[in-house]
């Protein structure tokens, strides 16, 4: 710029928020509203730039302290303007205009006091700066003329550019006045000369203004500054976010002049990016809530109830969460659970218990499955009644209510709800509402299931101990694992006592391969029935009936349940002996009593069947517990152990002899607590077990490093307490795959949020850069001489063109990779067929190819507008690698309840072992040189996957080529 002259700029914020282009300080009033008078109007187009100096020149000396002894003039390259009553003379001030280091011309001030010293000051230090400002506003009106008029006035083809890209270019001084702005801002309801007319700093949000100023600071300080992103209003009073990237514009000499920047809106990218954080927080919340009911015991349940709802009042708009039970099919619908944002407790005694009478419809609705959402009461459905009047009653606003559905049954209903302000719920936070019911649905029918489990274990365990029938459980080889009370009776031994016998020497027969009879009945064919004799404990022997079966096949387990027969083979005996002595003398009644006897044995066989079948009911639960993974002990109100199954011998290393009748306290010190690092926690628990009356469990921490989890809880027998079990199940695998779950489900989110984000990278902001680079291509063509460059920038257009259609490409495969069900219409076919053929037009014409489709009429197909994508990219693929002057044939074939479309081409056709791999994303065959994407044929295999149909190629039976199929249902 000047060579000596400074720049006295105003302050940019005062500059900005004035109403008008002129400054409000003091200092150099006259002079900035002489040259921004002109200036803006020539910036603005209203003036030429001829029109516009001489004006600044005619009124300069009228800014003067002694405006009538003033002239001035301004001497240019190609003109020179002058004030009327220009002379020079020796008292002078003079500032240079220089553009790219040259000197291109000199603006000047002369006093005509021709008499007055040469020493003596003529000129007021307020007159040097008047000067020095309508100096450099005419300067930079010079740099505008020659640079901005010659690249958007002059130049159309740049012009064209400029005009034509998405995004708002202006440019500013470094008073921040606005000196152009592109027909952009029309996306926004202005017109460029609209925005010169006012302050251009009125369209942006208030709250932002005063970050905008810092930003253009910055920029002007030469500071390293990024993107600013502010709102601006439309014509309509819309908001738009705006992303501004500013740059300097500097002089010969280094200092900065103004700012060139271009406006992009993000309002798309603003809302999609905070639409993506919601949805990660949300998703995260359901993942974690998910997670912290893999493993819980039962008096935990409440805690985490309540973490879960508020978890999800953390991340919603919802002030309250009511979660209610309508399993048991009473008219009452229970509150099982009640959540408030600021911690209180149930809001009033009717918000718990509701009669279905008050909310009729609602639940009408839920029976069915239905979500129920109301953002605003005047949405309401199910119209006026019961709802409304109890919606109002609690000043309810919006809510979500969302069914829990179990075996296609509502077992109860979550009802979310605002009480702040209305809510607008997204079809998201609707979702995943649905998904926090179907999981704590599934964790209370759990629970419920459980209940029912423990307490039918119990009842059959006391069937179990108290048959009729004697029950054994051993191995193949003989060694006894399990027997119940009656087997003891029985036979006359102790229960511990049977742990040290052979199960087969207790039977009085043969054994052939080391097993009896029925064993190896068993054996052989997985169960058998028969009789034998028992040796009793005192020497004596009975008959027996054994019923026998595996329990468990892998590791031969048998199961026995086992009649005394003794007194029926007597009376058997009995009966056949006197029958013998009276055969002589009661001939004639023989008959008579073989149909009696006959009577007798079939109502002692129907009695022994009854028996058996209820042995082996009470016998299955005995199976059951010792082929159960859990450790389970019995403790009687004596504190003795009455029953400790083989696991829970193994897991505390207690000797099997050893232990039965043992004082819990006793057993618990001398096995138990030497293995444990929590042991002094578990002994002050251990120690109140006796006098437990409810559920008691917690975890056991190993000093091997395994996890077990306990529960202790009491039996009952006609409303008083018999004893207690205790049950220990090892949860050391199921802590460590909770770990790894929890962390592949982290992994995986992170991966599909980095693919959604590449897909947002692609779609949003690499389209405009190429999109850029295609304009400047077309301009650099069109202005290209030389052959050899010009081969080169058709090259390099070609290339970006593939760039172009590679981003599209795949946009679309994601955008499809997230489809998972479509709306289907009917649709003809063949008439889309035809337009995408004539939407290929000029292709075919380019390698003077043709099209021919060999069908006629309609042919109505269940299909989604998106097919046409189809039969597009079948028509581009046909193309790219058939020959040319070559045809594509297209027929349409009847297939049953589906239509057959086949594409035929004569290209060079494609491998049986490459045929698998084409309609696979990125996998291209065949001829390499041939531009492509390799996701032309993936996009064909999801949406013919998305319309439940089938895809395929195979070779071109006419000659060289191929015929790529696929299938649509009938419409």
């Known amino acids: 710029m000047g060579e000596a002259m400074s720049i006295i700029s105003r302050d940019a914020g005062e500059g900005l928020l004035s109403s008008s282009h002129t400054s409000e300080k003091d200092v150099l009033l006259e002079g900035n509203e002489l040259s921004c008078l002109f200036i803006f109007d020539f910036m603005a187009g209203k003036i030429s730039f001829e029109q516009a100096a001489k004006q600044i020149i005619e009124k300069l000396p009228l800014a003067f302290s002694n405006p009538y002894n003033v002239c001035a003039c301004m001497d240019l390259q190609d003109s020179f303007y002058s004030s009327d009553n220009f002379k020079r003379t020796n008292h ?32 007021s230090k307020k007159d040097e700066d008047i000067f020095k400002t309508v100096a450099n506003h005419v300067e930079l009106m010079v740099m505008h003329r020659n640079m901005y008029a010659s690249s958007f006035e002059k130049d159309e083809s740049y012009r064209f550019l400029i005009e034509n890209i998405k995004d708002v270019v202006y440019s500013i001084d470094t008073d921040m006045n606005l000196l152009y702005i592109s027909p952009q801002v029309s996306s926004y309801g202005y017109t460029p000369k609209q925005v010169f007319a006012g302050n251009w700093l ?3 949000h208030p709250d932002d203004r005063k970050r905008l100023i810092d930003s253009y600071r910055a920029t002007i300080r030469r500071e390293f500054n990024k993107p600013t992103v502010f709102r601006l209003f439309d014509s309509k ?70 973490d879960a709802m508020e978890a999800i009042g953390k991340v919603s708009d919802i002030t309250q969460c009511h979660i209610y039970d309508s399993s048991s099919g009473s008219s009452l619908l229970s509150v099982l659970y009640e959540w408030d944002k600021d911690g209180k407790g149930p809001l009033d005694e009717s918000i718990g218990d509701l009669f279905i009478s008050k909310i009729p419809e609602l639940f009408k609705n839920l029976i069915s499955g239905k979500n129920i959402v109301v953002s605003s009461l005047d949405e309401l459905l199910f119209g006026v009644g019961a709802e409304i009047d109890l919606i109002n009653y609690f000043h309810i606003k919006s809510f979500v209510v969302v069914p829990m559905i179990a075996k296609n049954k509502l077992i109860g209903f979550i009802v979310f709800s605002s009480r702040e302000k209305e809510v607008q719920w997204s079809e998201f936070e609707v979702d995943m509402f649905g998904l926090v019911g179907m999981i704590i649905g599934n964790v209370l029918q759990h629970e419920r299931y459980n209940k029912v489990l423990r307490e039918n274990e119990m009842y059959f365990r006391s069937l179990f101990e108290e048959s009729n029938d004697a029950v054994l459980i051993h191995t193949l080889d003989g060694t006894i694992l399990n027997i119940n009370k009656k087997a003891c009776d029985m036979l006359g031994y102790e229960r511990n006592a049977f742990y040290n016998i052979n199960a087969y020497s207790l039977y009085d027969e043969d054994l052939y391969d080391e097993f009896p009879a029925f064993a190896r009945r068993v054996l052989a064919e997985g169960s058998a029935h028969s009789e034998s004799c028992m040796n009793k404990a005192d020497g004596g022997v009975i008959d027996v009936s054994i019923s026998s079966s595996f329990v468990d096949r892998n590791k031969r387990v ?42 007798l044995e079939e109502e002692i066989f129907e009695r022994n069947l009854v028996e058996v079948l209820m042995g082996e009911h009470e016998l299955l639960l005995e199976n059951v517990l010792e082929s159960s993974g859990d450790s389970i002990a019995f403790f009687d109100m004596g504190n003795k152990a009455k029953l400790m199954n083989s696991q829970f011998l193994d897991m505390w290393k207690i000797p099997e002899n050893i232990g039965v009748d043992m004082d819990y306290l006793d057993l618990f010190a001398e096995f138990v607590y030497p293995h444990l690092e929590n042991a002094e926690y578990v002994g002050s628990k251990v120690r109140k077990f006796s006098s437990l009356k409810e559920k008691d469990s917690g975890l056991l921490y190993f000093k091997d490093g ?88 058709r090259k390099v257009e070609m290339s970006n063109q ?109 491998s049986d072992e490459d045929k698998p791999l084409v309609f696979e994303r990125f996998k291209r065959v065949g001829n390499s040189s041939i531009k492509g994407s390799g996701i032309g044929l993936a996009i064909v295999r999801k949406i013919v996957d998305l319309h439940g149909g089938s895809f395929g190629v195979e070779d071109n039976p006419d000659g060289k080529g191929c015929v790529f199929w696929i299938t649509v249902k009938k419409g």
């Open 237 to 306: 009073g819309n908001i738009h976010w705006m992303e501004e990237v500013g740059t300097p514009i500097m002089n010969s000499s280094g200092e900065v002049t103004g700012i060139n920047g271009i406006l992009r809106d993000v309002t798309e990218r603003k809302y999609m990016g905070d639409e993506l954080k919601q949805r990660v927080e949300f998703e995260k919340t359901i993942r974690d809530i998910s997670s912290s009911f893999i493993n819980f015991s039962s008096d935990e349940l409440d805690e985490k109830m309540h």
């Open 558 to 599: 048998i199961q026995s349940i086992v009649q005394d027969i003794t007194e029926k083979k007597k009376v058997e005996q009995e009966l056949k002996s006197y029958r013998l002595k009276l055969e002589d003398k009661v001939k004639e009644r023989t008959e008579e009593l073989s149909r009696v006897n006959e009577q």
């Open 802 to 910: 593939k760039v172009i259609d590679m981003i599209g490409m795949a946009s679309k495969l994601s955008r499809l990779d997230s489809v998972e069900k479509i709306e289907f219409n009917v649709i003809d076919l063949g008439f889309m067929i035809n337009i995408a053929k004539t939407n290929f037009g000029a292709m075919f014409e380019n390698k003077n190819m043709r099209a021919v489709c060999r069908f006629s009429g309609s042919y109505f197909a269940k299909a989604n507008i998106m097919i046409e994508e189809v039969f597009a990219n079948l028509f581009s693929n046909a193309i790219k690698y058939s020959p040319e002057g070559s045809t594509v044939y297209v027929d349409i074939l009847d297939a049953g309840d589906e239509w057959k479309v086949q594409f035929t081409d004569f290209g060079e056709g494609i």
């Open 202 to 204: 009125d369209i942006v």
């Open 92 to 123: 002078s001030l003079n500032y240079n205009i220089s553009l790219n280091n040259e000197l291109i011309g000199v603006i000047s001030v002369y006093n005509l006091d021709e008499l007055a010293d040469s020493d003596i000051q003529l000129f």
């Open 706 to 793: 395994r996890v077990v989890e306990y529960n202790l809880f009491p039996v009952f027998k006609d409303g008083v307490i018999q004893g207690h079990v205790y049950n220990c199940r090892d949860i050391t695998i199921n802590k460590k795959a909770e770990s790894e779950l929890k962390k592949y489900a982290e992994d995986l989110e992170y991966s599909n949020e980095l693919k959604d984000l590449f897909a947002d990278i692609l779609r949003h902001d690499l389209l405009n850069p190429v999109g850029i680079v295609k304009g400047f291509l077309s301009v650099l063509i069109q202005k290209e001489k030389d052959p050899s460059m010009l081969d080169m920038l």
